[in-house]
């Protein structure tokens, strides 16, 4: 089993771009959340999807946006980046709800210049 | 509020010696409460849940609901234990997002 993979695993954007970020859940995990870790913090929800719909929202700007694709892979999207956007993005897969457990990949660190 | 508090940013210990990780949280409801752990050049992955009460790697967590805690704990640390660790709870029913604490290092010497 191949985990959950995230794409890129690095990138370098400058302030008012635009970043697509990738994730492939564990092979039948129809769930996938979104998570922002800045340095010294713990990880911040920014979205939760299941079966393509959209299930929770954390506090962040409309600039971030998200799907979920008929394969349950993902997509987060920020426009307008900002230099506070840098940070790790982490992608969570679970086969549904909480009671399943998140299973977490190793994240695109994103630097904003 | 949906909160959780680690006090500790770094806790450091001797090899052999007890371990406590320090969890607090603030939730309106029936949590669930989840510890996990980052090695270096890892990813994030679940240590255990309360609702598991088992032991893993030689850690423990028991959920006191009267003090509001979840504090980790470890009878006799090892070096490989040194790591970075989340306390994190989120709802109990549905889609819940997990909430974190900021996490403490857990240094072990030898």
């Known amino acids: 089993d191949a985990g959950v993979t995230q794409s890129p695993t690095h990138l370098i954007k400058t302030r008012g771009q635009h970043v697509t970020l990738r994730c492939s859940p564990i092979?039948?995990?129809?769930?996938v959340s979104w998570y922002q870790q800045v340095l010294g913090q713990g990880p911040q929800f920014i979205f939760q999807?299941?079966?393509?719909?959209?299930?929770g929202r954390g506090n962040f700007p409309d600039r971030f946006s998200a799907r979920q694709f008929p394969n349950y892979s993902s997509e987060l999207n920020v426009n307008a980046l900002l230099l506070g956007d840098s940070a790790l993005y982490l992608c969570a897969s679970s086969l549904a709800g909480v009671g399943y457990g998140y299973t977490f990949g190793s994240g695109t660190r994103l630097t904003v210049v | 509020a949906q909160r959780v508090t680690q006090p500790e940013k770094l806790l450091s210990v001797f090899k052999g010696a007890p371990v406590e990780l320090k969890c607090n949280y603030s939730?309106?409801?029936?949590?669930?409460l989840f510890w996990y752990v980052q090695y270096s050049r890892q990813r994030l992955q679940l240590l255990l849940r309360h609702i598991s009460r088992e032991s893993i790697k030689g850690f423990t967590a028991d959920l006191n609901k009267g003090e509001t805690s979840f504090h980790l704990k470890k009878p006799f640390a090892q070096e490989e234990d040194s790591a970075m660790y989340y306390c994190a709870l989120s709802g109990n029913t549905g889609f819940q997002k997990l909430v974190f604490g900021t996490g403490t290092r857990l240094l072990v010497s030898p």
């Open positions: 999807y299941y079966e393509k719909e959209e299930r």
């Open positions: 092979s039948g995990h129809k769930s």
């Open positions: 939730y309106s409801g029936s949590p669930e």
